[in-house]
């Protein structure tokens, strides 16, 4: 009886964070990982990054070792314009082997993500030219129904096959994988298994055991035209093939697969299930360790600059000489914030108040910042905390280690003014905006399935 080796795991895995396009949570996938007895996950969401940050998460939590990738729509190569192309795109998974792979693949998903054409993105996809500007740390792994390898071959084009291993084995040496799928491994399909094979032979990449997972359960699998439906704002049954995951095809694995029955798939070609394997084993840490980086800030000691602005506004707020317990409230306040090196926060967000407020932008703080006497004296804030009794230790709690959360809101007809100033002050390269994720709630859910199946206004009001 087959079994699968001991590092094994998958390679191309989707999680809800393929907005539309996948079902499952990353934690819910962390999960099955562990109940399967893994020891390291690869996902790989289509053009971006969302999920990456809860998905390490939850695989640390489970003590399982978290790859982290994207699956990238291609646009097929130019000298081989498959013949059933028509609106599809090719997937690419690309693995990040530690930081440089992470940083390439960052650029990639906000190349797609911040196109201000996001139509012609989403149609067009990556051009080759993209692709091998960023290839630095990254092992890709082409596989699935929807690949351009695959379609050449199922078209039965072994040329242009060939041609298209030989692309991305230039742009990615030999970390460069070729995925054999299970459906691959039965039937007249298995020609295609052993051409695949073959191909990664002759030009020294490794063949593995890949299989795309979308979804964690059998009767998810209706939700991923569903999904298309409600994306393409289509009745379901308007989907086109191309949309899928599966390009239309049912008989494609897209189920995370039962452990002993995938293994039984490769009992003819063991060494498809080691290499993956092996690959997994060339994807070490990605992520960012989570340690804040402030900017610099061009000062000998952020700390004592803190100190020396924090007893100007001191002050300015209660007087010269201030009461004695206040100066002990902020002396403590400031410690604090030094012990765990909170010093470049504090003074960077109030160079931007002041900034704000002497270009007369209407500027407020909101939350448990206003129980900071060290931000009420550097003027971040506006509520006297000491007046009000409000406790530092709400706001900033030494048995803590999270950096505080002060939130800042900005007059929003001159908001961009406000961004401009961050931008030019502190560096392009170093600011960033926080993007939110909205779900659909029940209601809105029962509203869109509606849509998808045809329903009347007058159904969906009254469901």
Request: overall charge negative; charged content about 20%; proline content about 8%.
């Amino acid at each position: 009886m087959s079994t699968l080796p001991a590092d094994f795991t998958h390679l191309h895995v989707h999680s809800h964070y393929t907005l539309l396009g996948g079902a499952p949570a990353p934690e819910a996938l962390v999960e099955r990982a562990r109940a399967d007895g893994l020891t390291s996950l690869a996902l790989a969401d289509g053009n971006a990054l969302f999920g990456v940050v809860a998905f390490a998460r939850a695989c640390r939590a489970a003590n399982i070792r978290p790859i982290i990738g994207l699956t990238a729509a291609v646009a097929p190569p130019p000298e081989d314009m498959p013949p059933d192309h028509g609106a599809a795109l090719g997937r690419l998974v690309l693995l990040a082997t530690g930081p440089a792979g992470y940083r390439s693949l960052c650029r990639l998903a906000s190349l797609y993500q911040t196109d201000p054409d996001r139509e012609r993105r989403a149609r067009h996809g990556f051009r080759w030219d993209e692709l091998r500007e960023h290839t630095a740390g990254l092992i890709a792994v082409s596989g699935g129904r929807t690949c351009w390898l695959e379609r050449y071959l199922r078209a039965g084009q072994p040329g242009a096959a060939s041609r298209y291993v030989a692309r991305l084995g230039g742009l990615y040496g030999e970390g460069c994988t070729l995925a054999v799928g299970p459906d691959l491994m039965i039937g007249e399909l298995r020609a295609i298994a052993d051409e695949i094979i073959a191909l990664a032979t002759r030009f020294g990449l490794h063949a593995a055991a890949v299989q795309p997972i979308f979804c964690l359960e059998p009767e998810e699998r209706p939700l991923l035209r569903l999904l298309a439906a409600i994306d393409d704002n289509c009745p379901i049954d308007a989907v086109e093939s191309a949309r899928l995951p599966d390009g239309g095809d049912e008989a494609t694995p897209l189920v995370w697969p039962d452990r002993a029955a995938f293994a039984g798939a490769y009992a003819a070609r063991p060494e498809l299930l080691a290499a993956a394997g092996q690959v997994a084993a060339l994807c070490g840490e990605a992520l960012p360790d989570g340690r804040p980086l402030w900017p610099s800030l061009d000062l000998a000691s952020p700390a004592d600059a803190l100190r020396q602005q924090a007893a100007a506004g001191l002050a300015q707020r209660y007087g010269d000489p201030a009461p004695p317990d206040v100066v002990a409230r902020l002396a403590h306040e400031t410690a604090v914030i030094t012990q765990f090196g909170f010093a470049p926060l504090f003074l960077v967000v109030a160079d931007v108040v002041r900034f704000a407020r002497a270009s007369g932008i209407p500027a407020g703080t909101r939350g448990s910042v206003a129980n900071s006497l060290a931000a009420y004296c550097l003027g971040i804030t506006t509520v006297d905390p000491v007046a009000h009794d409000l406790l530092f230790e709400r706001f900033l709690n030494p048995a803590r280690r999270r950096p505080p959360d002060i939130d800042l809101d900005f007059c929003s007809r001159r908001r961009d003014e406000v961004l401009d100033y961050v931008r030019r002050t502190y560096g392009m390269e170093r600011v960033a905006l926080v993007s939110t994720m909205n779900t659909l709630q029940p209601r809105s859910a029962v509203r869109e399935t509606g849509k998808a199946y045809g329903l009347s206004n007058e159904t969906i009001n009254a469901l």
